[in-house]
C-alpha cells in the first residue's frame, strides 16, 4: 500500500513537472539519448566539414613542403 501511494505521488510531481516546463527534465527520462534527425543531421554535416577541412589543410601543408627548397642544396657564397 505505501509503495503505490509513492508511486503515485511520484507520478504527481512528474505530471506537475511537464506543466510547468512542458517536458520532462533529462534525468526522468527513460535514459535513451534521443537526438532528434536534425541534430543527426547537423552532426553529419558538421563532420563532414571537419574532414574538408583537414583535407584542404594537408594538402596545403603539402604543396608548402614541396615548394620548399632543402637548405642543405643552397651554396651560400659571400
Do not use: F, W
Request: negative net charge; contains cysteine; glycine residues 2%.
Amino acid at each position: 500500500m505505501m509503495v503505490q501511494k509513492n508511486i503515485e505521488m511520484q507520478l504527481q510531481a512528474i505530471r506537475i513537472i511537464q506543466e510547468r516546463n512542458g517536458v520532462l527534465p533529462d534525468c526522468l527520462t527513460d535514459g535513451s539519448d534521443m537526438v532528434s534527425d536534425l541534430e543527426q543531421e547537423e552532426m553529419k554535416i558538421l563532420r563532414e566539414v571537419l574532414r574538408k577541412s583537414k583535407e584542404e589543410y594537408d594538402q596545403e601543408e603539402e604543396r608548402k613542403r614541396k615548394k620548399q627548397v632543402p637548405t642543405e642544396h643552397i651554396n651560400i657564397t659571400e
